[in-house]
Nanobody, 124 residues
Framework: QVQLVESGGGLVQAGGSLRLSCAAS????????MGWFRQAPGKEREFVAG????????NYADSVKGRFTISRDNVKNTAYMQMNSLKPEDTAVYYC?????????????????WGQGTQVTVST
């Protein structure tokens, strides 16, 4: 079992920044690929960013490339997502997820463990 707890969400003006954290406990964090997803009201959960278990490989949704950066600290058992140049369309509940393999996937149903989510609201 892996327990995930997100933090760092909040209300920010367009153009601002937030840093999300995902603290993991349980199994060996460095064995799990991590993903960040988001879900806006009335929309499906969508992939935002992923990072391999080692941290060497990352990938991003086109909508956030160049603005968001995913990272991880396998000593602190924490994954991060730095979000810059935020837009109102980034407003959503953001979730971190873990899968017990080396590489991440972009589909939500391929992740075994999920956090409870953190709300990000970007105002105009």
């Amino acid at each position: 079992q892996v327990q995930l707890v997100e933090s760092g969400g909040g209300l920010v003006q367009a153009g601002g920044s937030l840093r999300l954290s995902c603290a993991a406990s349980g199994r060996i964090f460095s064995s799990y690929a991590m993903g960040w997803f988001r879900q806006a009201p009335g929309k499906e959960r969508e992939f935002v960013a992923g990072i391999s278990a080692s941290g060497r490989v990352t990938n991003y949704a086109d909508s956030v490339k160049g603005r968001f950066t995913i990272s991880r600290d396998n000593v602190k058992n924490t994954a991060y997502m730095q979000m810059n140049s935020l837009k109102p369309e980034d407003t959503a509940v953001y979730y971190c997820a873990a899968r017990g393999t080396t590489y991440f996937r972009t589909r939500a149903n391929e992740y075994e463990y999920w956090g409870q989510g953190t709300q990000v609201t970007v105002s105009t």
